[in-house]
Structures are given as C-alpha cells and as structure tokens.
C-alpha cells in the first residue's frame, strides 16, 4: 500500500458561505492517504441521528473508564460522525456532550425532513433507499456511482425553492459546540455532486467548519446538496464507505467506530466495504480495531436511524458499550 503523505492540494475557486468574494482554497486530496504525522488515528462513521448519539456515548463511556481517544493524532469523520468528531474536538468534555443528548428534549423541525435535524418518517427513508440502491445498482463502478448519486441529488434540488441550505446550515450550527476548527488535525469527508470527485476538507481548506460538517451530512433524505461557493457536495459516505477508514493509512494504531456495522450497499468488489479498507491498513503496517453496535446498541436504535427519538437510548447503550471496551482498548490505544 502507497503510505506515502500528500502533499498535493488541488485549488477550487469558491465562495464563502457569507457571500465574501471568491478566492484558491485548498482541499486535500481524497483520494490519497492522510499525511502521517502521528501514531494513533480515529476513524468515526456515519449514522444518522441515532448513530451519532450511540458515538458521543462510546466515546463518553471509554472517557470515563480512563480511555481518552479524542487525543488521537488524526480524526476523521464521514456523515454523522463528522458532526461527532466536531464535537469531540471542541473545548466540550465527551460527558458534557452525552449529557446534552440525554437532557434534550425534542425540538421543532429546522431543518428539512430527514435531514436528521427531527422528524425523519419511514417513508421519506425507505423512498430515499429505494432510490440509491437503484441507482447504485444501475452504476458500472464507484465513480461511476458517485456521479449518478450526484445527478440525482441536483436534479432534485433544482425543482426546490432553494431555502433548504440555509436552513440546513443552521442545523448543522447549533449542533457544533464550537465553530472553530480544532489545531489538531481532523478530516472531513464530502464528494462533489457535480463531478462525482471526492473531497476532503481540513482546517486549511478555507471552509468553515460548519460548512465542511453540513456538506459531510448532505445525507439526500431530504437535504439538497450543500453549496460551498460555487460548488456543491453530497454526502461523504459516498467516497468509498461511511467510515472512509483508508484515509488513515500511514498510522500506526487505527481504532473505527462504525454505527453501521461496516456495512456497504456497493457490490463486494468495488473494495468499498471497511473490511477491505481494515485489510489494506493492517497490509501496510497498521493495528486496527473497529467497535461496531452491540446487540443492545442495535435494538436502541430501532428501525430508523434518523429518527430523533432514538438518541437517548443510542447513547446509553453507546455508554455501557464503551465502558465495556475500555479495557480491552487501552492497551491497543495507549
């Protein structure tokens, strides 16, 4: 496996979210391994709502049982767990943050329907499903998937008012402890609806944190592609799995937090499931360990995973679940 860092940067020309004129701003190069400036990397996974509450509470229980894995060296997050991982390396402590999803109580809907921001229905879900599976489905690789999923994305949100990104912005915000990129490094995952092309944003992109996360989560259930100036972005899970846990290669120790098992929707040979991604680490020298759901973090989460509700429970299971692993994990992390 290449481990080589990268010190490639390829220059879009945008515009900032607050209308400021256009300028270079870099974005890494998604498809090269993350530059490996440290030993223990952190690989957080989409979910939806009940997966990012289950993460906060995994992180939180490890936390208390004496295991600090937001001091990694490199955080990535992908979907919902680039909202997470925002979280974790903010000034807030993880039992700080479990506290907040347990003692919140259900909010009106500010973002779109499904957008993870309250209201998610079994039917807008199992529709957004059936859609992408058939698209996926009808895809000769992943690129080429990329680029229908994008289409697809665009063409619906042409038939929209346009109001959603605001919106939708103002939900990812008020999820953020901090809109303040953390010094250490943490990498975003989105790919752009209009190419296809993956992209992965940092603290040196000239995107705003907020900006980065809420393109992360353009997850399609009713959420349009995210606009970062003149570009627009559609969930990261859809560069290569919702972990994207390739991207820590060159690391020594590698710990994933998967809320979906790592399962993939894309055909076993496309490489996109995280068992290949866990085998390409360990064939270039990393330790890897991957936490997926236990049965009891399974049931927490109920049938939809968007679904607010579900929170609550998702991170007390994620709590007893951590606390549980702590141990085990200590001597791997440390």
């Known amino acids: 496996m290449n481990t080589t860092p990268s010190s490639d940067l390829h220059f879009t020309s945008t515009t900032a979210s607050d209308g400021r004129s256009g300028q270079d701003r870099p974005q890494a190069d998604a498809t090269r391994p993350a530059r490996a400036g440290g030993e223990r990397a952190l690989v957080i996974g989409g979910g939806g709502s009940a997966g990012n509450a289950w993460l906060i509470g995994v992180i939180a229980g490890l936390f208390d049982a004496g295991l600090d894995v937001t001091e990694a060296d490199l955080i990535i997050g992908t979907s ?18 479990l506290a907040d999803v347990l003692s919140a109580a259900p909010r009106p809907r500010t973002g779109p329907r499904g957008s993870g921001g309250g ?10 499903m059936r859609r992408t599976s ?10 080429d998937m990329r680029r229908r999923l994008g289409a697809a994305a665009l063409e619906m949100d042409a038939a929209s008012d346009g109001s959603g990104q ?25 790919v ?43 969930d990261g899970g859809y560069r290569r799995s919702s972990e994207n846990a390739d991207l820590a290669a060159g690391y020594g120790r590698v710990l994933v937090l998967s809320p979906l098992g790592g399962r993939s929707r894309a055909p076993v040979d496309w490489g996109m ?8 680490l360990r064939a270039g020298g990393s330790r890897v360990e991957t936490v997926f759901p236990d049965s009891n973090s399974r049931n927490a989460f109920g049938d939809n995973l968007m679904n607010p509700s579900a929170r609550p429970p998702a991170a007390r299971a994620g709590y007893s679940q951590g606390r549980a692993l702590a141990g085990q994990l200590t001597e791997f992390w440390r």
């Open 80 to 97: 919902a767990g680039s909202t997470a991982a925002a979280q974790i390396t903010s000034a807030t402590q993880p039992a700080e943050l």
């Open 192 to 234: 752009d609806a209009d190419t296809g092309e993956p992209v992965v944003f940092d603290r040196h992109s000239g995107v705003d944190l907020v900006d980065a996360v809420a393109a992360s989560c353009a997850n399609g259930f009713g959420v349009p592609p995210y606009g970062i100036g003149d570009r627009r972005y559609i």
């Open 134 to 143: 058939e698209i996926i489905a009808a895809a000769e690789d992943a690129a």
């Open 273 to 280: 499931h995280l068992a290949a991604q866990v085998d390409e």
């Open 166 to 190: 605001t919106r939708w912005r103002a939900t990812v915000a008020a999820r953020l402890p901090s809109q303040r990129w953390p010094e250490g490094m943490l990498l975003i995952v989105a």
């Open 119 to 128: 209201g998610a229905a079994i039917g807008p879900v199992a529709d957004h």
